[in-house]
T-cell receptor, first 114, second 111 residues
Framework: DGGITQSPKYLFRKEGQNVTLSCEQN?????MYWYRQDPGQGLRLIYY???????QKGDIAEGYSVSREKKESFPLTVTSAQKNPTAFYLC?????????????FGPGTRLTVL | DQQVKQNSPSLSVQEGRISILNCDYT??????FLWYKKYPAEGPTFLIS?????DKNEDGRFTVFLNKSAKHLSLHIVPSQPGDSAVYFC??????????FGAGTTVTVRA
């Protein structure tokens, strides 16, 4: 049963703490992405990776970091430098250069900073 | 600088009638366009896409129309069903496989 999993579904963090959001895919996709959604706004790209051990900043990368050590995993760390981290975070994957433009999304993680 | 715009934040339509969602873009480099559907607290699901070499693509109740000269695309849902009530996002991309998303249109299908 192929797909993208994100954990946890809900996450609470105290101000000043770093937190890592998990994203795993078993679709054998080359490319993975992290987006942030805020109320009334579209999805904004945080980071993306087209291949293992390589990633690029998206439109709103400040205060975030990622790693891509394995093809199936693309964790996102929200650091204390992110000024407004409360949001809904979405991970996605696509075939990338190997074909297909559709991105497939995970169920999301709702992060709330207390 | 938003390259993909959905100017109607909401749309209400009666069950069985047609829903028409609109999307405008500014970047002439975009060569493919997608529509996604999203329920609250879930990830978006892919609905339909269209390449810039086409002006229409149809899949069941969903049809996407592309007008390149106007930099405009639309999604038609016929007939609208209660399960179609959701937020619909328009997205566009080109050869780097990144997507730019619009702000979304919330569709409510009335019984």
């Amino acid at each position: 049963d192929g797909g993208i999993t994100q954990s946890p579904k809900y996450l609470f963090r105290k101000e000043g703490q770093n937190v890592t959001l998990s994203c795993e895919q078993n679709l054998n996709h080359d490319a993975m992405y992290w987006y942030r959604q805020d109320p009334g706004q579209g999805l904004r790209l945080i980071y993306y990776s087209h291949i293992v051990n390589d990633f690029q900043k998206g439109d709103i990368a400040e205060g975030y970091s990622v790693s891509r050590e394995k093809k199936e995993s693309f964790p996102l760390t929200v650091t204390s430098a992110q000024k407004n981290p409360t949001a809904f975070y979405l991970c996605a994957s696509s075939m990338g250069a190997s074909g297909g433009v559709e991105q497939f999304f995970g169920p999301g993680t709702r992060l709330t900073v207390l | 600088d938003q390259q993909v715009k959905q100017n109607s934040p909401s749309l209400s339509v009666q069950e069985g009638r047609i829903s028409i969602l609109n999307c405008d873009y500014t970047n002439s480099m975009f060569d493919y366009f997608l529509w996604y559907k999203k329920y609250p607290a879930e990830g978006p699901t892919f609905l339909i896409s269209i390449s810039s070499i086409k002006d229409k693509n149809e899949d069941g109740r969903f049809t996407v129309f592309l007008n390149k000269s106007a930099k405009h695309l639309s999604l038609h849902i016929v007939p609208s069903q209660p399960g179609d009530s959701a937020v619909y996002f328009c997205a566009a991309g080109y050869n780097d496989y990144k997507l730019s998303f619009g702000a979304g249109t919330t569709v409510t299908v009335r019984a």
